[in-house]
DNA sequence: TGTTTGACCACGG
DNA sequence: GCCGTGGCCAAAC
């Protein structure tokens, strides 16, 4: 994509995210200072377009896989977090508060990737 | 072109 | 701590 896009900018902190942790709309619509959490979650709704896109490592505040029944099976999303070590349970992200990871860290000079 | 709709969040009562 | 409400901004209709 020549011209970044909100989407393209919601795909590349999502790549970001480490193996084994878990960000929430709220905070990449933060980082990025633009739009809101509404459109991060539109974003990752379309990008099952895109491949390589850790979406399930995105939840709501709450910890909540709110965002599961967007996946191509209900249960998909929690298996792969699980697989990563990331505890679910009843549709919950347990130890959330200790997991939950924010794109702050990357700094606020962060230049994103864009393929 | 105007209205509706979202994988949401912060706030006030 | 729960509930209603407003705000957010792009896409679909």
Request: overall charge negative; cysteine-free.
């Amino acid at each position: 994509m020549a011209q970044p896009s909100y989407y393209t900018l919601v795909y590349a902190i999502t790549r970001e995210i480490p193996r084994g942790r878990v960000s929430t709309y709220g905070a990449i619509a933060d980082f990025l200072a633009l739009g809101s959490a509404r459109m991060v979650g539109w974003a990752l709704n379309n990008s099952f377009n895109q491949e390589g896109i850790p979406a399930h490592r995105v939840v709501n505040r709450k910890g909540e896989l709110t965002g599961r029944n967007h996946f191509p099976s209900p249960t998909m999303m929690q298996e792969m977090l699980e697989e990563e070590g990331v505890k679910v349970e009843d549709h919950r992200v347990v130890d959330f508060d200790r997991l939950s990871w924010h794109p702050r860290v990357l700094g606020m000079d962060y230049e994103i990737n864009i393929e």
